[in-house]
């Protein structure tokens, strides 16, 4: 999860402590796919080493793109080996799992791109 979104107060308060007390999430309310698709985005920042400074090398719609791809392509697309012609990167790249796995990381691959407009905005300011 982001770190410029959720603020950063040590190893043992994340994220999702940071919002809860902001009143941002309800602990008793969190639905599994809310949990899963912070969890992946925490997995692409941590695991995968895409942080703000990899996402903003994108231009306008590059996640988005990957995301939605992700979204309608997983289990219905006719050859899963090879990516849809969408597909904004390298054929390596494209690694569908499951359909719901697929819409959890089409989830976070929007916020990705969501969080790179708002950190390219509050650049664009003066």
């Not at 599994?32 to 903003?56: C, G, I, S, T, Y």
Request: net charge negative.
């Amino acid at each position: 999860m982001s770190r410029e979104a959720w603020g950063d107060e040590g190893p043992e308060y994340g994220p999702l402590d940071a919002a809860m007390e902001a009143g941002w999430l309800d602990p008793t309310d969190l639905s599994k796919a809310l949990l899963d698709v912070m969890n992946e985005r925490d997995r692409q920042w941590n695991e995968e080493n895409f942080d703000p400074a990899h996402d903003d090398k994108y231009g306008k719609g590059v996640l988005a793109a990957a995301g939605a791809c992700y979204a309608l392509y997983s289990d219905a697309y006719p050859n899963a080996g090879q990516p849809p012609k969408e597909w904004p990167w390298a054929a390596g790249w494209w690694k569908p799992k499951d359909y719901r796995r697929d819409l959890v990381r089409a989830a976070a691959l929007l916020i990705a791109e969501i969080e790179r407009i708002d950190r390219a905005e509050k650049a664009a300011k003066p």
